[in-house]
Nanobody, 126 residues
Framework: QVQLVESGGGLVQAGGSLRLSCAASGRTFSRYAMGWFRQAPGKEREFVAAIIRSGGITTYADSVKGRFTISRDNAKNTVLLQMNSLKPEDTAVYYC???????????????????WGQGTQVTVSS
């Protein structure tokens, strides 16, 4: 079990950048793969990006490939999401989450994540 707190959201113009942070508590952080999801009002929660335990392999939703980068520092219990070339369609509450799954093919499903942060709002204006 791990506790997660997101930060770094805000308002940015289209084409701009934001960096989201996810701070984790607990001594077993490195045992979890980590993911970022987002949810806009009235819409389903959707997968954004995920990173394996060691940080060597990442996966992204097609909608953010080439624009977003997920990274982690296990020594600091931190996961980051660097978001560049932001679009109005990226507007949502962004959540980080932790999973014990070893299958990178499962990381796009919110059902495999047992622990979630409270979310941070990202708004992209046109």
């Amino acid at each position: 079990q791990v506790q997660l707190v997101e930060s770094g959201g805000g308002l940015v113009q289209a084409g701009g950048s934001l960096r989201l942070s996810c701070a984790a508590s607990g001594r077993t952080f490195s045992r979890y793969a980590m993911g970022w999801f987002r949810q806009a009002p009235g819409k389903e929660r959707e997968f954004v990006a995920a990173i394996i335990r060691s940080g060597g392999i990442t996966t992204y939703a097609d909608s953010v490939k080439g624009r977003f980068t997920i990274s982690r520092d296990n020594a600091k219990n931190t996961v980051l999401l660097q978001m560049n070339s932001l679009k109005p369609e990226d507007t949502a509450v962004y959540y980080c989450a932790a999973t014990t799954s070893y299958s990178i093919g499962s990381y796009s499903s919110p059902d495999v994540y047992a622990d979630w942060g409270q979310g941070t709002q990202v708004t992209v204006s046109s």
